[in-house]
Structure formats: C-alpha cells, structure tokens
C-alpha cells in the first residue's frame, strides 16, 4: 500500500492543522490507518487511528480532546485535525495502515501497522 502524508508546516501554539494521509485504492487493506510521530532523539508514538470498517478510533492520552481523526467514506483518505496545538506536538508525523484485521486493543501498537508514509514535519512554535 503507498501512503501519501501531506498538511504539515508550522503553526502557533494554540492553533490549528489538519494532516492528510491518502491511500493507493487499488492495494489500500481498507482497514485500520493510525498516525504515529516521532521527535528527535525520541521513538516513535502512537498518536490516532480510526478502524475503517466501524470508524472505532482510539487516542494517545496526550492528545485526547484536541485531535480528531476520520476517514472519508470510500475509505480512501484519513485526516488529523490537530487543534490547541502545543509545543510539544512537534514532530514528523506518519500515517500507516494495518494488514486489515486489527482487533481494538492492537491498534495503539506499532507492530499492527504494515505499510508507512513518509512522515510530514509538524512544528509548532509557543
């Protein structure tokens, strides 16, 4: 499956960004797509992901209430609506997309997660 991350740029802390990830139709798993970041010197964490097939979403604790994640209805693109945005959102964000049968609990792990974009650059200035 390619992924295609795009939305990153630079923002003010307390502001707005909406990351997209599209996918390739053709070999898209229609499953779960999630969005990990990773900060330097840090690894990376998981951020969102939403379960396409009954749109079941689960969040870091760090972002609860402030991100959003959704997916369009031919299952094709998922977005990140990033609000009240702090420094410490800073990182490259990557979109991936699991092997189709990822059960609720798993969807937080890297290891569910198959295929990978290229990561887009958040930074967010205070």
């Known amino acids: 499956v390619q992924l295609q991350a795009s939305g990153g740029g630079w923002v003010q802390a307390g502001g707005s960004l909406r990351l997209s990830c599209a996918a390739s139709?053709?070999?898209?798993?229609?499953?779960?797509r999630a969005w990990f970041r990773q900060a330097p010197g840090k690894e990376r964490e998981f951020v969102a992901a939403?379960?396409?097939?009954?749109?079941?979403?689960r969040y870091a604790d760090s972002v609860k209430g402030r991100f959003t994640i959704s997916g369009d209805a031919a299952k094709i693109t998922v977005y990140l609506q990033m609000d009240i945005v702090k420094p410490e959102d800073t990182a490259v964000y990557y979109c991936?997309?699991?092997?189709?049968?990822?059960?609720?609990?798993?969807?937080?792990?890297?290891?569910?997660?198959?295929?990978w974009g290229q990561g887009t650059q958040v930074t967010v200035s205070s």
């Open positions: 991936a997309e699991d092997r189709g049968r990822t059960i609720v609990s798993a969807l937080s792990s890297v290891a569910s997660y198959s295929s």
């Open positions: 139709a053709r070999t898209s798993t229609g499953g779960a």
């Open positions: 939403i379960r396409m097939r009954d749109r079941v979403t």
